[in-house]
């Protein structure tokens, strides 16, 4: 059974930074992972994806001010974000997949990290 283990969430000012970590154990077949977020009252949404290749893409209200990467040796993925915007306010969990995409539905789920930036 896979688990995905979350850290890295908190408290911080508008133009500020914060590093999310999400450490998958339990198994070898993952491919896709990413990130979602959920703001009270929206819908979940993709942040940011990145395959076992490298391969990564971004939702466009993230692009250039957030960086995914992930080291395939300890099964971890990244999520930098930078220059947060109070709208950058919400739970943020870390999914992973055995495709190459993150869909909804995705394999994996984290328990959550919450964000939260302050204007």
């Known amino acids: 059974q896979v688990q995905l283990v979350e850290s890295g969430g908190g408290l911080v000012q508008a133009g500020g930074s914060l590093r999310l970590s999400c450490a998958a154990s339990g198994s070898t077949s993952i491919n896709a992972m990413g990130w979602y977020r959920q703001a009270p009252g929206k819908m979940r949404e993709l942040v940011a994806r990145?395959?076992?290749?490298?391969?990564?893409n971004y939702a466009p209200s993230v692009k250039g001010r957030f960086t995914i990467s992930r080291d395939n040796a300890k099964n971890t993925v990244y999520l930098q974000m930078n220059s947060l915007k109070p709208e950058d306010t919400a739970v943020y969990y870390c999914?992973?997949?055995?495709?190459?995409?993150?869909?909804?539905?995705?394999?994996?789920w984290g328990q959550g990290t919450q964000v939260t930036v302050t204007s």
């Open positions: 999914a992973a997949d055995r495709s190459a995409f993150l869909p909804s539905g995705s394999d994996y």
């Open positions: 990145i395959t076992n290749r490298g391969s990564t």
